[in-house]
């Protein structure tokens, strides 16, 4: 179904895409790598503790009850990538996919071990000698350090660092935990090291249905064959005598620095990630034989049929499809900053006791017992004043202040008693309220019912 794989032996270039794209690698691995040895009041800056049920970020500490909050972080990236989709079309997929970042760390360990694009052919042409072992063992053992320092770090937002590499080096890390380590990092070396381009031809979904959000005025990699064609060597001719050739000399380089190892002269076509290395090539080229660059550059469709200056592709960034993501984004984003600024670092559940519900104590008084699950979703220690409403000469008959830990959470058993005569037999509404001894802000309500019996 499918013909053989040619394995793309690509070529190193530089330039100033290939600058933003190593820009975008170090950006993502800093933030990757970094992120698990931060340290916050005392703990890790970001620690999604699943045994515990507990999301650290910073300040903010997420309970399972604050899920909601993951849907909105998953809207407003899908909302993000949409709209970065539209406009400059996969600029995702060439700068910051994890895929892309890993594959250009592999891929200059292995210009750094086993030479440039020429060595590298000659290398896997040649029989198995101790030299090419050698190079080869060298390359893989260096993916394969890269790849378990990669499934480390992994772990390490579900388990704080120092005790992770304590356990690591112990032998006592948990079957879990050795678990996903060894798939990410096998994961990571398969997909970085060996697979590459197959990964975003045949397996990423995200590839598969992105041209949905494609137009005409997205910006894609093309190559301007007006100017370009026909293309062909250049060589010195007598005045007149040779043809008339365009820019392009058919160097090929463009091809030999594609990590798709597609040729951009043939159109668009959906291998292409949008990386740039074939820009970078054709304007190194073209300062050599003295011509204008861009010749392969950023261009959208409407561009190149209209041939529309720059400013006028950038006056077609505003256009409805745009402006519509651009809407749903900004609208979501309010949504989730507002919500997450104004929680209330509080949660209180009431769970009625069904085995004593209504039972009449001294001088007739209907008693109720209740159980409060209070959580301090804060990192501050809290003392809380509980009062209920609802019922007249309805009150409290257990202690009325609560003290918490930070990030504690606790069930308290409550009694609460109604005089006689006073609630209608039957459920009656009543109200519990929580408010913090040291900020009145800090405050939450939960409704319940009081069992009255009937005579």
Not at 195 to 216: G, N, T, W
Not at 335 to 354: E, H
Not at 361 to 382: C, F, K, P, S
Request: proline letters at 4%; a positive charge; aromatic letters at 12%.
């Amino acid at each position: 179904m499918y013909a053989p794989r040619e394995k793309i032996y690509t070529r190193e270039i530089s330039g100033r895409y290939t600058s933003w794209r190593w820009l975008c690698v170090w950006l993502t691995q800093i933030v990757y790598y970094g992120l698990p040895w931060l340290r916050w009041n005392g703990r890790p800056a970001v620690l999604f503790d699943l045994v515990a049920r507990k999301f650290y970020l910073f300040g903010i500490v997420l309970w399972p009850q604050d899920f909601i909050y993951l849907a909105g972080t998953l809207i407003i990236g899908a909302c993000l990538l949409f709209l970065l989709s539209t406009i400059g079309g996969r600029v995702w997929c060439s700068f910051a996919c994890p895929h892309t970042v890993y594959t250009e760390i592999f891929m200059w360990i292995e210009h750094r071990i086993e030479g440039n694009r020429s060595a590298r052919i000659r290398l896997d042409k040649q029989p198995h000698s101790f030299g090419k072992i050698a190079k080869k063992g060298a390359k893989h053992i260096a993916w394969i350090i890269v790849a378990l320092w990669t499934g480390v770090t992994l772990i390490a937002y579900f388990t704080p660092m120092q005790t992770l590499l304590h356990d690591i080096a112990n032998l006592d890390i948990g079957p879990w935990q050795a678990f996903w380590l060894l798939f990410y990092s096998g994961f990571a070396y398969m997909n970085a090291g060996w697979m590459r381009e197959q990964i975003c031809q045949y397996l990423c979904a995200y590839a598969r249905f992105q041209s949905v959000m494609f137009d005409k005025d997205t910006l894609i990699i093309a190559y301007d064959d007006g100017r370009g064609e026909p293309r062909g060597a250049r060589r010195t001719w007598r005045a007149g005598a040779g043809p008339v050739l365009g820019d392009c000399i058919d160097c090929k380089l463009c091809v030999q620095v594609c990590p798709a190892g597609i040729d951009i002269r043939n159109g668009f076509q959906f291998e292409c990630i949008d990386c740039a290395a074939c820009i970078d090539a054709c304007d190194s080229v073209m300062d050599k034989v003295g011509a204008a660059r861009g010749l392969v550059r950023y261009s959208t469709e409407n561009a190149m049929k209209n041939s529309l200056s720059a400013p006028q592709i950038r006056r077609r960034i505003v256009r409805p499809r745009a402006m519509i993501y651009l809407g749903i984004l900004v609208a979501s984003m309010a949504v989730y900053i507002g919500t997450l600024a104004t929680r209330t670092p509080l949660k209180l559940d009431v769970i009625v006791d069904r085995g004593t519900m209504g039972r009449e104590v001294e001088d007739g008084t209907i008693e109720n017992v209740y159980r409060l699950q209070v959580m301090n979703t804060d990192e501050q220690a809290r003392r809380y004043r509980l009062a209920v409403h609802g019922i007249d000469s309805i009150r409290l008959a257990s202690e009325e202040h609560i003290d918490l830990d930070g990030t504690e959470s606790r069930a308290v058993p409550v009694r609460v008693r109604v005089d006689p005569g006073r609630g209608d037999p039957g459920t009656n509404k009543i109200v519990f309220e929580l408010v913090a001894r040291d900020d009145e802000r800090v405050r939450v309500s939960e409704k319940a019912v009081f069992f009255v019996p009937r005579r």
